[in-house]
């Protein structure tokens, strides 16, 4: 499995990647692995605040549905709109082409509180 280095990651497996002031979020490789076949991706918090830890959207499998937890408060500017058509870029490429909102972070020193890949690894027993 790959977790990026510097990338930031939440015990609910959503990854984090800072850029500026805005932050891209998407699920881990482990958790696209867990989940299976994503068959929807679901966000209808676009133009919102969402606080830390509330959910922002969820998560489609062929089995299950997840929800999926804001790592860090701030407003929702962008919603991946590829994965409308292909949502299983999030198994094929889940750092990459499979990322999910991008969000305007209300303080971005709340993202050094998250999980390095180190301590992430050893959550989840990798």
């Known amino acids: 499995m790959n ?14 990647k800072v850029e500026g002031d805005v932050v891209v ?14 068959v929807y991706v ?4 676009l133009d ?3 606080e830390e830890n509330e959910v ?3 998560v489609e499998a062929v089995k299950t549905v997840s929800d999926l937890f804001m790592p860090i408060s701030g407003e929702v500017i962008e919603f991946n709109q590829g994965l409308e058509d292909e949502p299983e870029a999030v198994n094929e490429d889940p ?5 999910m909102i991008k969000v ?3 303080n971005i020193e709340d993202a050094q509180n998250l999980l390095d890949a180190t ?3 050893k959550l989840i027993g990798a």
């Open 56 to 58: 922002f959207g969820s």
């Open 119 to 121: 301590a992430y690894k």
């Open 104 to 106: 305007k972070a209300d």
């Open 95 to 99: 750092y990459g082409k499979g990322w």
């Open 48 to 50: 919102e605040t969402v």
């Open 3 to 16: 977790f990026p280095e510097e990338l930031k990651y939440t015990k609910d497996h959503e990854w984090v």
């Open 42 to 45: 679901d966000v209808d918090t």
């Open 25 to 38: 979020i998407g699920i881990t490789d482990f958790a696209q692995s867990e989940l299976g076949d994503i």
